[in-house]
């Protein structure tokens, strides 16, 4: 497949280096050179350096015979522009578009991406992912990551692992025999900064960050045999009140259990206009860094801290301070993923990266046949995929004991039918099931292989 990447950014970046792995025919382009070199020295791409809404840049990237472009530029305005010259004049069959503000958002105006006004096929908005993977985080305070699949009946968790957890230095093996009823299977383990699919035969280790697959209906018990219990978040301090953190009180708010929310954010104006949309959310105009704040928003006695705000370096310090003065956990937006091994040492439970959620969604969005959706684990270097499968799939029919999976490739939980369960090595992969899949990054061409789709979305 032909695509052109709008943006070398980050999140471009990233989806350059998944759609170049898996053999496709990528063009990057961004009026930063920079950037543009730095794609070409690093990734199997051809790198195009100017502005992607101009028609002879695109052109030059191939636009006449691209299959799809990516605009995920740093300004809105080129993005739709992009999709628009993309489609008026190159035909592009497929435009995704990263979308930040949030009047370009606003339901009432969706009709404005028909494809005879601004000819938009998915629009992404990085603001929403990122506070729904904050409500993720609140939802399931005792997991450091946290994503649904087979239509919410099946969660992918990320626990830590402490010293007193009551499984550590069992071999997975024993816990599926101790265990027998639990729809819950563990496919991926972080262990001193490698991540990998494991085998019968490993132990979990103090220390560890595991990801495991369970029923949604088996989360609690779940969570309790991993040494986490589970407490309802009744008081949460939102450090930024912008979009994100605006999205994420509102959402609080419309719940039906009673979860008292406090609002901190710097900027006057930006808290005002907080406090204008929220109707029960207290907002607090002040440095989310000041103690005597902090204290006033009741901080000592907050079941939660979410910190949001477009600093790092803010998110990690409100979030020790939190913690220090008696909050029992903290969430934090970290956008440099090189901030992301101090949150252990630094008694950060859950971390948001909105690149990550991004590349996700976007990632979601591409794949097609009978791929239902697609999780991007870490800093790009797992995807969790969850797919039907066909008749024409070499593991239609198979025990998975006999299915050729590489190392990097771990079953979740199945959908047969109206039942989710918990595959073992004598579970037979029928057509029309729904799986889910652990694959390292390396090993997804070969799962698309074995599933018989193609991130080609014809």
């Known amino acids: ?177 101790l265990f027998s009823t639990l729809r819950a299977i563990v496919v991926g383990v972080r262990r001193e900064d490698r991540l990998f699919a494991p085998v019968a035969d490993d132990q979990l280790f103090a220390g560890d960050q595991v990801y495991l697959f369970c029923h949604s209906d ?88 979410l910190a949001v705000t477009d600093d790092d370096k803010i998110n990690i310090l409100a979030s020790v301070r939190a913690k220090a003065a008696g909050c029992n956990m903290a969430i934090c937006l970290v956008n440099d993923p090189t901030m992301v091994p101090l949150m252990r040492t630094l008694d950060i439970d859950a971390f948001i990266n909105p690149r990550a959620t991004t590349v996700s969604s976007i990632l979601r969005h591409i794949r097609h046949g009978r791929v239902r959706g697609v999780y991007s684990v870490g800093d790009a270097e797992a995807e969790v995929i969850e797919a039907q499968v066909l008749s024409t799939s070499p593991i239609a029919g198979q025990m998975i004991r006999d299915i050729d999976f590489p190392e990097g490739v771990m079953v979740g939980v199945m959908q047969k039918g109206d039942k989710i369960i918990r595959p073992t090595g004598s579970t037979r992969i029928d057509e029309g099931d729904v799986i889910t899949l652990f694959s390292m990054a390396a090993d997804v061409p070969e799962v698309e292989r074995l599933l018989q789709v193609s991130i080609d979305f014809f």
């Open 1 to 177: 497949m032909k695509v052109i990447i709008c943006g070398a950014g980050q999140v471009g970046w990233q989806i350059a280096r998944h759609l170049s792995g898996e053999k496709n025919d990528v063009t990057v382009v961004d009026n930063n050179a920079e950037l543009v070199r730095r794609a070409t020295d690093t990734l199997d791409v051809q790198g195009i350096a100017g502005f992607a809404s101009y028609p002879d840049i695109l052109d030059r990237a191939g636009a006449r015979d691209a299959d799809m472009i990516i605009a995920a530029t740093h300004s809105d305005e080129v993005n739709m522009v992009t999709c628009q010259v993309a489609h008026s004049v190159f035909s592009v069959p497929r435009k995704i578009a990263r979308l930040r503000s949030q009047s370009y958002l606003t339901a009432i105006y969706s009709d404005l991406y028909r494809r005879d006004h601004m000819p938009i096929d998915v629009v992404i908005s990085p603001e929403r992912e990122v506070a729904e993977a904050a409500l993720r985080r609140l939802a399931a305070p005792a997991a450091f990551d946290i994503q649904a699949f087979l239509g919410g009946q099946a969660q992918l968790v990320g626990i830590a692992l402490s010293d007193d957890c009551p499984v550590v230095n069992t071999p997975l093996r024993q816990l599926t025999d």
């Open 218 to 305: 088996d989360l609690t018990r779940t969570l309790e045999i991993f040494g986490k219990t589970t407490r309802k978040q009744e008081r949460v301090v939102i450090l930024g009140g912008g979009n994100v953190g605006l999205s994420v009180a509102s959402a609080l708010e419309k719940r039906t259990e009673r979860i008292r929310a406090k609002v901190i954010e710097m900027d006057r104006e930006v808290a005002e206009r907080a406090a204008d949309a929220l109707e029960r959310t207290i907002v607090l105009n002040g440095d989310g860094l000041d103690a005597d704040l902090l204290a006033e928003a009741g901080i000592q006695r907050a079941d939660a801290i």
